[in-house]
């Protein structure tokens, strides 16, 4: 089993920055995907970035790309979402999502299909105001 608790969410004005961490424990290592995702109200969950953990290999939504970068700290078992220049609609709960990564390289793409990840933070709020 795979728990997960994301920290950091906040209200920020638009232009802030914030870091969103996700403590893992449990069956995490180097063959696992791991991502963020957010969903805003009304709306759908929606991925925002994705890594593997084997490489480091990273993926992101182009609503947030050369704004926020994910990251991993292996020894603490977390994983982390700088959000820069954030924007009112950047305005969600955000969750981490964990699940096992397998291809024949070793090298994998990171999984961005938000069905296929098996376990789930129970979120953590970001508000960005005007």
């Known amino acids: 089993q795979v728990q997960l608790v994301e920290s950091g969410g906040d209200s920020v004005q638009a232009g802030g920055s914030l870091r969103l961490s996700c403590a893992a424990s449990g069956y995490i290592n180097r063959r696992n995907c791991m991502g963020w995702f957010r969903q805003a109200p009304g709306k759908e969950r929606e991925g925002v970035a994705h890594?593997?953990?084997?490489?480091?290999?990273?993926k992101y939504a182009d609503s947030v790309k050369g704004r926020f970068t994910i990251s991993q700290n292996n020894a603490k078992n977390t994983l982390y979402l700088q959000m820069n220049s954030l924007k009112p609609e950047d305005t969600a709960m955000y969750y981490c999502?964990?699940?096992?990564?397998?291809?024949?390289?070793?090298?994998?793409?990171?999984?961005?299909?938000?069905?296929?990840?098996?376990?789930w933070g129970l979120g953590t709020q970001v508000t960005v105001s005007s």
């Open positions: 890594i593997f953990l084997g490489s480091g290999r990273t």
């Open positions: 999502a964990a699940v096992a990564c397998a291809c024949a390289s070793g090298d994998c793409d990171p999984i961005e299909a938000e069905r296929r990840y098996v376990y």
